[in-house]
């Protein structure tokens, strides 16, 4: 089979596939698939005997389009469960109907049967999406419909149109900044300077409209960057526009991000610098770049600048932060990668690196050599670079054996491989490319590094899956081994967790996993020290493959029942002890119907409590939650209300919260008028009712100064006046390690011990000392709790929590089913001061641990505190680059309510067949792309957080996919982008992708969603080749989801005659395009080792 002159990989494969299946046909075995329609059948394997498989049938129609999927028995009564593509008249994709189910065993169902059961199944009457097209030849789509009646019949549909710029226009108007050229500049200094309005039809401009009307805008310039994103907030006759300018420098390097509140002071004067405006200073986004593009610093807002340093190959080598720079002399963090590019070595160390100089502060290849030695590099010598003292080392990464294993602090004897009996073996041929092993510094509250360091060492199986796990814990003595059988598709079976520690008692944990015959989980029981199996879950499903149930301990009070809408939103999870309800659309209690997905109102009630409680939400066209009405029995009482004021960053700048005054009486606890210099909360005055009840969480206004909040040159609070706290110090992840207070509940310094990785090891708060030994707890040296899938285990006995929509543990019960602790929350995770609270465990809102001691009243959420009373975090977030036009201090978008998209972002899945499908329209400045797995399902924990693997791209790419033939192709901007994209897509599907590199840092990938072949030949063919263009290529990669080698090199791929597949491709190129050909770099990519191997017209090159 050949296509634009390229063979595919698999043609000699792909014939004797079809031989089989036309044979299959010929003798009547092909169960009931219908002959008379034209079809494909996937089988996937479940069972290493191939007795046990999952069918997927695609049926086309004359044109060779996909009408209809049928993936045979995959229901739980054991039916057929049936997907319906319509097209119109001109062959667009029009209605797709959510599935149906049919007892036809594979065969092709008839559209009108297949809808009649898919309104019974979903309980709708129109239970498909569909898109409404412009009248053009463009086939852009003006309207977007979801599934659901209600959205269709009211015109609820996610809008677009295509629109230019208009300039003086209030709506489409755009201001045109230049920047300073940094890559000449030696100090940190950024000019951004107002040129002008762009003129009329300068600009691409697309204006979105969610379900619920909120629109926003997005202004693309010639080259395709964003330049402008604009979201409009309406309040009666009110419009306000909160604009993000993004700034390019001239070789299209983003140089300059300004939110809403620096454009805002920005739209009249002539320039402005990060010396001399505040406003830069305390809001924009600022990026320097060397001659090689590479970002060279770059400002977060209310932050010092970050320096980076990189080696010749365009590795980061350096980097430094503001409170780095403040020591003397100045340290660094260093991360340094073998020859391969894989991070072997990080740490810190001292010296003067000049990040801005124009002359690099490197001019050689930095990599680490594996030596096996026990030094100051942990068995690595470096070259390239000389690293100055005083050096600590934080992580080590080893790779492709165990000959590291005696030496380092690595005990042979814990880290030996050994067999355990019914756990699958290790694949004793080579541990190439697999990380084998790492050291991981413990971090100390005096700023220094303990002499132990953690480690872990990791065996493989023939498939490259983890099967044991050796390594120490901090406690003295200290060891943690873990073993892991395995199943054919890669799903765990059993987990074994042995814990042990000198004077401790050694805790072995079993975990047994079982599935039904579509994959889906089950049951999960577990026990301890080998005690009796407690079921931790037992769970069924739908027909539509949804949780229904879930059980815990057996217990009839432990069971839970789920109900969905026809969008498959969470209506309801209810049990004996614990019912909650969420309205979207549908009304409660006076709700406004929401149809973007945002939760309208919820009831919920306790077993134990008389009546119903509610909250009625409201929203504005940020979809921040602007208010929250307390109900009773369906009633509106007063008594939890709560209300928020923002500013266009989304900082709050008010907030009235009512709550308990005492025992029986309410009233307004919190009033409060919050002051901010930037994004930093300065300031908070309450004129609340003063609340003495030790249950209440409410914010204590134990200070009145002008500048109640300090914070460090990172952005890291280290002050908060009103709790007493008069200083925090942070280590190298921005995590706390000691904080000072003092108030009227008492003085302490709490001391935290973490590990370079960031996980919590130990928490020494007044005269308690909490150990923390992954899932095992230790309070004074006494094990206090070990942490279960959906609960613990403490004294002894099982404890089991009952959840809300967001993972909140909102009931704890005990092993017979009695509740021991109910938890009520205020949005933003404050708890009511009422409730059962019998039991002491600290794990609550969001599943997280709640630290009270002293008044501190913080969630901690691994990566940073969060302090409910305040409904912000105390630390910048990391990934605050990702949504720009939100303050990096907010709490989950001020959108506390629904966790269904906690980061704002467009959500895209991507099956196993490399289809990619809107989830979720909003408003961000991020995509998310979410890989369903083998199920074809998004999961969470126990705790409410995705378990799915999930990329954040840029907005718009996933938009403008384009359609040639088979292939379907997207451009991307950005090299590390579109590779992380490419590597994403390979690593979560089972079909190859591809990838071709031009120009600077433009890139298309594409797929043809088959197994073998990725249809990148068809863009290289159609948009380089034919045009003469392709001295602009870089490189071609492509993905082989099988794991071999490039193929048509003879024996060495195994089933491809010589001088076919990728050589055949190599050949075509160096034959038709000589002067070019040599440099364009062709790799086939490994998604299982994550590995790429090169290969040319002649050879493969390396691996």
């Not at 319906?84 to 065969?107: F, K």
């Not at 040296?781 to 006995?797: F, P, S």
């Not at 990934?879 to 972002?905: F, H, Q, T, V």
């Not at 072949?1013 to 993905?1039: C, M, P, R």
């Amino acid at each position: 089979m050949k296509q634009n002159g390229f063979f595919k990989r698999d043609s000699l494969l792909l014939v004797s596939f079809i031989f089989i299946a036309i044979n299959i046909i010929a003798f009547g075995r092909a169960y009931a698939q219908s002959s008379d329609q034209n079809y494909i059948l996937t089988r996937t394997f479940t069972s290493e005997d191939g007795t046990k498989y999952l069918d997927a049938i695609q049926y086309y129609d004359g044109l060779g389009r996909p009408v209809q999927t049928v993936q045979r028995k995959i229901t739980p009564s054991g039916v057929d469960l049936v997907t319906l593509q319509e097209y119109d008249a001109v062959g667009r994709e029009s209605n797709r109907w959510l599935p149906a189910t049919s007892s036809g065993n594979g065969a092709y169902v008839t559209p009108e049967t297949l809808k009649t059961s898919a309104k019974g199944l979903n309980g709708d009457q129109n239970p498909y999406s569909l898109p409404v097209y412009e009248a053009s030849p463009l086939n852009r789509v003006l309207e977007q419909y979801g599934p659901g009646a209600a959205w269709q019949s009211n015109s609820h549909s996610a809008k677009t149109a295509y629109l230019a710029n208009v300039s003086g226009n209030d709506t489409l108007n755009c201001v045109y900044y230049k920047v300073s050229d940094t890559s000449a500049s030696t100090d940190s200094l950024v000019t951004i300077t107002l040129a002008e309005n762009y003129a009329t039809t300068e600009l691409y401009v697309t204006r979105a409209s969610d379900e619920d009307g909120n629109t926003s805008f997005e202004f693309k310039d010639k080259l395709g960057q964003v330049v402008l994103t604009r979201q409009v907030v309406r309040s009666g006759s009110t419009k306000l526009l909160h604009d993000t300018y993004y700034v390019y420098d001239d070789y299209g390097n983003l140089t300059a991000v300004l939110p809403p509140l620096a454009s805002d002071n920005m739209k009249s004067g002539s320039s402005w610098t990060n010396a001399n405006s505040a406003i830069l200073r305390n809001y924009a986004y600022l990026y320097m770049y060397d001659g090689r593009n590479r970002c060279k610093a770059k400002r977060l807002p209310g932050c010092a600048w970050t320096y980076y340093v990189y080696d010749t190959a365009d590795r980061l080598i350096f980097s430094q932060d503001g409170e780095q720079r403040k020591k003397s002399p100045q340290e660094w963090i260093f991360t340094i990668p073998d020859v391969f590019g894989r991070t072997c070595i990080t740490g810190t160390c001292r010296g003067s690196y000049n990040a801005l100089a124009t002359t690099p502060a490197i001019s050689a290849v930095v990599k680490a050599t594996r030596s096996n030695t026990t030094d100051t590099y942990k068995g690595y010598t470096l070259s390239g670079v000389t690293l100055t003292t005083p050096l600590t080392v934080l992580s080590v990464n080893y790779y492709d054996d165990y000959a590291f294993i005696g030496s380092n602090g690595i005990d042979s004897g814990i880290a030996a491989y050994d067999t355990q009996t019914g756990f699958d073996t290790r694949y004793t041929v080579s541990a190439k490319t697999f990380l084998t092993g790492t050291l991981t510094a413990q971090l100390l509250p005096n700023g220094t590094v303990s002499s132990t360091y953690l480690y872990s060492v990791m065996y493989y199986d023939y498939k490259g899956r983890v099967i044991q796990a050796k390594g120490n814990n901090p406690l003295s003595g200290g060891t943690e081994k873990e073993y892991i059988a395995y199943n054919f598709t890669g799903q765990p079976l059993q987990k074994k967790h042995i814990h042990a520690a000198t004077g401790k008692s050694t805790q072995t944990e079993l975990y047994t996993y079982a599935y039904d015959d579509a994959l889906r989980l089950k049951t999960t029981q577990y026990s301890l020290n080998g005690g009796t199996a407690v079921t931790l879950a037992s769970n069924t499903y739908d027909e539509l493959g949804r949780l229904l149930t879930t059980q815990r301990n057996g217990q009839s009070s432990l069971k839970t029942n789920y109900d969905y809408n026809v969008r498959s939103w969470l209506k309801s999870s209810s049990s004996p002890l614990f019912n909650q309800t969420l309205y979207y659309n549908d009304t409660y209690a006076g709700s406004t119907a929401r149809y973007n997905g945002n939760i309208s109102a919820m009831s919920w009630k306790m077993s134990n409590e008389t009546p119903t409680r509610g909250y009625v939400f409201a929203y504005d066209n940020l979809d921040r939650l602007t208010t929250a009405n307390y109900l009773e029995n369906g009633s509106a009482n007063d008594h939890f209300n709560t209300s928020y004021v923002y500013d266009k960053q989304g900082n709050m700048t008010s907030l009235n919260r009512r709550g308990n005054t005492g025992t029986n009486t309410y009233g307004n606890i919190d009033v409060l008028a919050m002051t901010y210099a930037g994004n930093q909360l300065v300031k908070a005055e309450d004129s609340g009712a003063s609340v003495s009840l030790s249950a209440s969480m409410d914010f204590k206004n134990n200070s009145n100064t002008a500048k109640e909040y300090s914070y460090d040159a990172n952005g890291n609070l280290t002050q908060d006046l009103n709790k007493g706290i008069s200083g925090i110090t942070y280590n190298l992840l921005h995590l706390p390690q000691t904080l000072t207070i003092s108030n009227s509940l008492g003085s302490a310094t709490n001391n935290y011990t973490y590990a370079a990785d960031g996980r919590k090891l130990k928490a020494e708060i007044g005269g308690k000392t909490t150990d923390y030994c992954g899932n095992v707890i230790y309070e004074n040296g006494t094990l206090k709790r070990i942490l279960v899938d959906g609960g613990y285990i403490e004294g002894g006995a099982y404890y089991f929590y009952l959840t809300d929509h967001l993972g909140n543990n909102r009931v704890v019960a005990n092993a017979s089913g009695s509740i021991v602790q109910t938890n009520h929350f205020y949005p933003f995770g404050m708890s009511f001061a009422e409730g059962i609270v019998t039991s002491s465990q600290p794990y609550k809102y969001n599943s997280k641990e709640l630290d009270t001691e002293r008044g501190l009243n913080m969630y901690d959420y691994s990566a940073r505190y969060m302090d409910p009373a305040l409904g912000r975090f105390n630390t910048v977030d990391p990934m605050a680059e990702k949504y720009y036009l939100i303050n990096p201090y907010a709490y989950c978008s001020n959108n506390p309510i629904n966790r269904i998209d906690p980061d704002g972002m467009d959500d895209y899945s991507v099956n196993q067949k490399g289809q990619i499908e809107l989830i979720k329209k909003t408003e961000d400045e991020r995509d998310k792309l979410i890989a369903l797995g083998e199920n074809g399902k998004i999961e969470y924990d126990d705790d409410g957080n995705m378990t799915n693997a999930s990329f954040d791209l840029d907005k718009g790419i996933l938009d403008n996919q384009k359609k040639s033939g088979e292939t379907t192709y997207m451009s991307v901007k950005g090299n590390e982008q579109a590779e992380g994209m490419f590597k994403f897509l390979s690593e979560n599907t089972e079909v190859e992708w591809g990838r071709l590199s031009y120009s600077k840092s433009s890139n298309y990938l594409s797929t043809n969603n088959d197994a073998y072949d990725n249809g990148i030949e068809t863009v290289a063919y159609e948009i380089f080749f034919k045009t003469g263009k392709t001295d602009l290529i870089k490189s071609i990669d492509h993905s082989h989801p099988d794991a071999s080698l490039p193929s048509g090199f003879g024996a060495v791929n195994g089933f491809l005659p010589k001088g076919q597949g990728d050589k055949a491709f190599a050949e075509y190129l160096y034959k038709y395009f000589p002067a070019v050909a040599p440099s364009i770099k062709l790799r086939v990519y490994n998604p299982v080792q994550k590995a790429y191997t090169q290969f040319n017209n002649k050879i493969i090159l390396a691996k």
